[in-house]
């Protein structure tokens, strides 16, 4: 069974650094990709990037660039998303995904995801 | 940007068909995708490749695509269906990958 689990919720304040985890199982991890989707409370779902485990090529989206960085410990399964300086506006749910296909399939997707890890940035 | 455009919401009785339609400018030559987000869930993958069901989700979940849009069809809608739905597709050059803004479908 393909599973994907999340580190548990962060409370952090404005300019904290932040690390959180995406470990899976059930599969074979360098086969796929793993993505991080952002939601920000009662609005949609934003696809921040996605690493490619098996050589760590990594794609950001336009408005993420810069601002987190994605990476992958292949050796224990897991894929983490970072935070040097983190802003209130940074308060959201993040979802990790597994992701199908390479960066030039024309055919790439999430297929299964983790259960979300609720980061909260207050002062 | 690429923006794929969906109605905010839509609302059926029990046991009619439901649509949500998501519209994009390079749907033509690009697979839609859609998820299915119920309250405090995470998103699960509905309809991958415009019209193809992952195992588990049931046949009455279908997806079609005909020029700049792509549907999601719910025949015999339940109360069990109600959430958000997310369209996923990229852009021409297939570099930029975006979500929709979600339909709340309410049964």
């Known amino acids: 069974e393909v599973q994907l689990v999340q580190s548990g919720a962060e409370v952090k304040k404005p300019g904290e650094s932040l690390k959180i985890s995406c470990k899976g199982s059930?599969?074979?991890?360098?086969?796929?990709?793993i993505g991080w989707v952002r939601q920000k409370p009662g609005k949609g779902l934003e696809r921040m990037g996605v690493?490619?485990?098996?050589?760590?090529?990594?794609t950001y989206s336009p408005s993420f660039q810069g601002q987190v960085t994605i990476s992958v410990d292949k050796s224990i399964n897991t894929a983490y998303l970072q935070w040097t300086s983190l802003k209130a506006s940074d308060t959201a749910i993040y979802y990790c995904a597994r992701h199908v296909g390479f960066n030039i399939s024309s055919s790439r997707y999430f297929d299964y995801w983790g259960q979300g890890t609720l980061v909260t940035v207050s002062s | 940007s690429y923006q794929l455009t969906q109605p905010p919401s839509v609302s059926v009785s029990p046991g009619q068909t439901a649509r949500i339609t998501c519209s994009g400018d390079a749907l033509p030559k690009k697979y839609a995708y859609w998820y299915q987000q119920k309250s405090g869930q995470a998103p699960v993958l509905v309809i991958f490749e415009d019209n193809k069901r992952p195992s588990g989700i049931p046949e009455r979940i279908s997806g079609s695509s005909s020029g700049t849009k792509a549907t999601l069809t719910i025949t015999g809608a339940q109360v069990d269906d109600e959430g958000d739905y997310y369209c996923?597709?990229?852009?021409?050059?297939?570099?930029?990958?975006?979500f929709g803004g979600g339909t709340k479908l309410t049964v």
């Open positions: 690493i490619y485990s098996g050589d760590s090529d990594t």
């Open positions: 996923y597709s990229t852009d021409t050059s297939g570099n930029l990958w975006v």
């Open positions: 059930g599969y074979t991890f360098p086969m796929y990709g």
